[in-house]
Protein backbone atom coordinates (compact mmCIF):
# COMPACT_ATOMS: atom_id res chain seq x y z
CA UNK A 1 0.00 0.00 0.00
CA UNK A 2 1.41 3.26 -0.73
CA UNK A 3 1.67 6.26 2.14
CA UNK A 4 -1.54 8.33 2.50
CA UNK A 5 -1.07 11.91 1.05
CA UNK A 6 -4.36 13.14 2.84
CA UNK A 7 -6.47 12.19 5.59
CA UNK A 8 -9.42 13.69 6.14
CA UNK A 9 -12.62 13.07 8.57
CA UNK A 10 -15.65 13.58 6.04
CA UNK A 11 -19.35 14.20 7.89
CA UNK A 12 -21.49 11.27 6.00
CA UNK A 13 -25.05 10.01 6.61
CA UNK A 14 -24.35 6.95 8.39
CA UNK A 15 -21.41 9.44 10.34
CA UNK A 16 -18.19 10.53 11.01
CA UNK A 17 -15.32 8.91 9.01
CA UNK A 18 -12.16 8.75 8.29
CA UNK A 19 -11.00 8.94 4.60
CA UNK A 20 -7.26 8.87 3.36
CA UNK A 21 -6.22 9.25 0.07
CA UNK A 22 -3.17 7.31 -1.39
CA UNK A 23 -1.13 6.96 -4.80
CA UNK A 24 -2.72 4.21 -6.89
CA UNK A 25 -0.35 1.35 -7.49
CA UNK A 26 -0.89 -0.05 -10.73
CA UNK A 27 -0.77 -3.67 -9.93
CA UNK A 28 -2.90 -6.17 -11.92
CA UNK A 29 -4.84 -6.52 -9.27
CA UNK A 30 -5.52 -2.84 -8.56
CA UNK A 31 -6.21 -2.14 -11.94
CA UNK A 32 -8.45 -5.03 -12.56
CA UNK A 33 -10.33 -3.78 -9.23
CA UNK A 34 -10.83 -0.26 -10.73
CA UNK A 35 -12.03 -1.62 -13.73
CA UNK A 36 -14.59 -3.45 -12.06
CA UNK A 37 -15.89 -0.59 -9.83
CA UNK A 38 -16.00 1.23 -12.67
CA UNK A 39 -17.57 -0.86 -14.91
CA UNK A 40 -20.63 -0.29 -13.33
CA UNK A 41 -21.80 3.17 -14.05
CA UNK A 42 -22.60 3.36 -17.26
CA UNK A 43 -22.16 7.26 -17.15
CA UNK A 44 -18.41 6.67 -16.16
CA UNK A 45 -17.20 5.12 -19.50
CA UNK A 46 -18.61 4.62 -22.51
CA UNK A 47 -19.76 0.88 -23.40
CA UNK A 48 -16.50 -0.12 -24.88
CA UNK A 49 -14.60 0.37 -22.62
CA UNK A 50 -16.80 -1.09 -19.54
CA UNK A 51 -17.00 -4.04 -21.59
CA UNK A 52 -13.51 -4.94 -22.62
CA UNK A 53 -10.61 -4.89 -20.05
CA UNK A 54 -8.06 -4.72 -22.53
CA UNK A 55 -9.52 -0.99 -23.67
CA UNK A 56 -10.07 0.45 -20.41
CA UNK A 57 -6.00 -0.89 -19.95
CA UNK A 58 -5.31 1.19 -23.18
CA UNK A 59 -6.97 4.34 -21.22
CA UNK A 60 -5.16 4.57 -18.38
CA UNK A 61 -1.79 2.94 -19.05
CA UNK A 62 0.70 3.54 -22.34
CA UNK A 63 3.81 2.46 -23.56
CA UNK A 64 6.94 3.93 -21.25
CA UNK A 65 10.37 5.48 -22.17
CA UNK A 66 11.56 1.79 -22.93
CA UNK A 67 9.68 -0.68 -25.00
CA UNK A 68 9.18 -2.92 -22.17
CA UNK A 69 8.12 -0.56 -19.56
CA UNK A 70 4.40 0.89 -18.71
CA UNK A 71 3.12 4.14 -17.48
CA UNK A 72 -0.19 5.74 -16.59
CA UNK A 73 -1.85 8.25 -18.81
CA UNK A 74 -1.51 10.57 -15.54
CA UNK A 75 -1.79 10.93 -11.80
CA UNK A 76 -4.14 8.58 -9.79
CA UNK A 77 -5.53 8.22 -6.12
CA UNK A 78 -7.38 5.84 -4.62
CA UNK A 79 -9.91 6.92 -1.52
CA UNK A 80 -9.44 3.89 1.17
CA UNK A 81 -8.22 0.94 1.05
CA UNK A 82 -11.33 -0.45 0.28
CA UNK A 83 -11.37 2.10 -3.07
CA UNK A 84 -14.34 3.95 -2.69
CA UNK A 85 -13.85 6.12 -4.93
CA UNK A 86 -10.62 7.82 -7.56
CA UNK A 87 -8.95 10.99 -8.21
CA UNK A 88 -6.88 11.51 -11.31
CA UNK A 89 -5.59 14.25 -13.28
CA UNK A 90 -4.73 13.73 -17.04
CA UNK A 91 -3.65 15.96 -19.49
CA UNK A 92 -1.11 17.33 -17.51
CA UNK A 93 0.90 20.77 -18.54
CA UNK A 94 3.45 20.94 -15.80
CA UNK A 95 3.54 23.98 -13.32
CA UNK A 96 0.29 25.06 -15.42
CA UNK A 97 -2.75 23.22 -15.95
CA UNK A 98 -4.39 19.52 -15.52
CA UNK A 99 -7.81 18.13 -16.14
CA UNK A 100 -9.32 16.78 -13.28
CA UNK A 101 -11.14 13.69 -12.34
CA UNK A 102 -12.61 12.13 -9.45
CA UNK A 103 -15.38 9.44 -8.81
CA UNK A 104 -16.74 7.69 -5.99
CA UNK A 105 -18.03 4.16 -6.64
CA UNK A 106 -20.87 4.25 -3.94
CA UNK A 107 -21.98 7.48 -6.21
CA UNK A 108 -21.86 9.88 -3.15
CA UNK A 109 -21.02 13.29 -2.77
CA UNK A 110 -22.88 13.86 0.60
CA UNK A 111 -20.30 14.37 3.31
CA UNK A 112 -16.91 14.39 0.78
CA UNK A 113 -17.07 17.99 -0.23
CA UNK A 114 -14.10 18.78 2.40
CA UNK A 115 -12.32 15.80 1.57
CA UNK A 116 -12.43 16.80 -2.48
CA UNK A 117 -11.23 20.63 -0.89
CA UNK A 118 -8.24 19.03 0.87
CA UNK A 119 -7.10 17.40 -2.25
CA UNK A 120 -7.73 20.01 -4.79
CA UNK A 121 -5.07 22.15 -2.63
CA UNK A 122 -3.23 19.41 -2.56
CA UNK A 123 -2.56 18.70 -6.23
CA UNK A 124 -2.37 22.98 -6.24
CA UNK A 125 0.42 22.60 -4.18
CA UNK A 126 1.91 19.53 -4.78
CA UNK A 127 2.25 20.50 -8.65
CA UNK A 128 2.52 23.86 -8.34
CA UNK A 129 -0.66 24.63 -11.09
CA UNK A 130 -1.90 27.81 -11.97
CA UNK A 131 -5.23 26.20 -12.79
CA UNK A 132 -7.48 22.57 -12.86
CA UNK A 133 -10.05 22.09 -15.79
CA UNK A 134 -13.05 19.69 -15.20
CA UNK A 135 -15.14 18.88 -18.45
CA UNK A 136 -18.23 17.12 -17.80
CA UNK A 137 -20.32 15.69 -20.20
CA UNK A 138 -24.32 16.88 -20.66
CA UNK A 139 -25.53 13.08 -19.93
CA UNK A 140 -24.38 13.26 -16.49
CA UNK A 141 -26.02 14.27 -13.84
CA UNK A 142 -27.46 17.65 -12.50
CA UNK A 143 -26.34 17.06 -8.98
CA UNK A 144 -22.43 16.23 -10.56
CA UNK A 145 -22.40 19.82 -12.27
CA UNK A 146 -23.75 21.13 -8.61
CA UNK A 147 -20.82 19.32 -7.05
CA UNK A 148 -18.23 20.67 -9.19
CA UNK A 149 -19.54 24.29 -9.74
CA UNK A 150 -21.55 25.31 -6.32
CA UNK A 151 -19.31 22.99 -3.57
CA UNK A 152 -16.10 22.83 -5.07
CA UNK A 153 -16.43 26.85 -6.49
CA UNK A 154 -15.32 25.30 -10.01
CA UNK A 155 -16.46 28.43 -12.88
CA UNK A 156 -18.31 27.34 -15.97
CA UNK A 157 -15.76 28.53 -18.68
CA UNK A 158 -17.81 27.00 -21.65
CA UNK A 159 -19.45 24.13 -23.82
CA UNK A 160 -17.63 21.97 -26.81
CA UNK A 161 -20.68 21.25 -28.85
CA UNK A 162 -21.20 17.48 -29.06
CA UNK A 163 -17.73 16.45 -27.89
CA UNK A 164 -18.73 12.96 -26.65
CA UNK A 165 -20.20 9.51 -28.03
CA UNK A 166 -22.65 7.96 -25.78
CA UNK A 167 -25.16 5.31 -26.57
CA UNK A 168 -24.16 6.27 -29.68
CA UNK A 169 -25.30 9.79 -29.57
CA UNK A 170 -23.20 13.19 -29.27
CA UNK A 171 -23.30 15.26 -26.20
CA UNK A 172 -22.14 18.57 -25.53
CA UNK A 173 -19.60 19.12 -22.85
CA UNK A 174 -19.44 21.57 -20.16
CA UNK A 175 -15.96 23.19 -19.46
CA UNK A 176 -15.14 24.34 -15.85
CA UNK A 177 -12.05 25.91 -14.23
CA UNK A 178 -10.67 27.08 -11.07
CA UNK A 179 -7.71 28.83 -10.87
CA UNK A 180 -5.06 29.27 -8.16
CA UNK A 181 -6.38 32.80 -7.00
CA UNK A 182 -9.84 31.51 -6.41
CA UNK A 183 -9.03 28.34 -4.31
CA UNK A 184 -8.91 30.49 -0.99
CA UNK A 185 -12.60 31.75 -1.31
CA UNK A 186 -13.80 28.32 -1.92
CA UNK A 187 -12.33 27.09 1.47
CA UNK A 188 -9.36 25.32 -0.36
CA UNK A 189 -5.99 25.99 1.20
CA UNK A 190 -2.60 26.32 -0.56
CA UNK A 191 0.75 27.06 0.20
CA UNK A 192 0.22 30.85 -1.21
CA UNK A 193 -3.09 30.90 1.07
Known amino acids: MQPTVLSVL ?19 DTLKEFWEKARVY ?15 LNLILRRGLTEDSIEPTGLFWRVDP ?23 FDGRHRGRVDLCKQMLGYVFNRYNLRRL ?15 VSKSLGFRKEGRKRKAILFD ?24 SS
Open 82 to 104: NFVGVFYMTNITPEQDAQAHYTF
Open 133 to 147: TVEIPLYATEKTHNF
Open 10 to 28: CQEPEGDIQREISPLEFTP
Open 42 to 56: RTLFNQEIRKNYDVF
Open 168 to 191: NEWFDVIVYGLLREEVNGNGIKTN
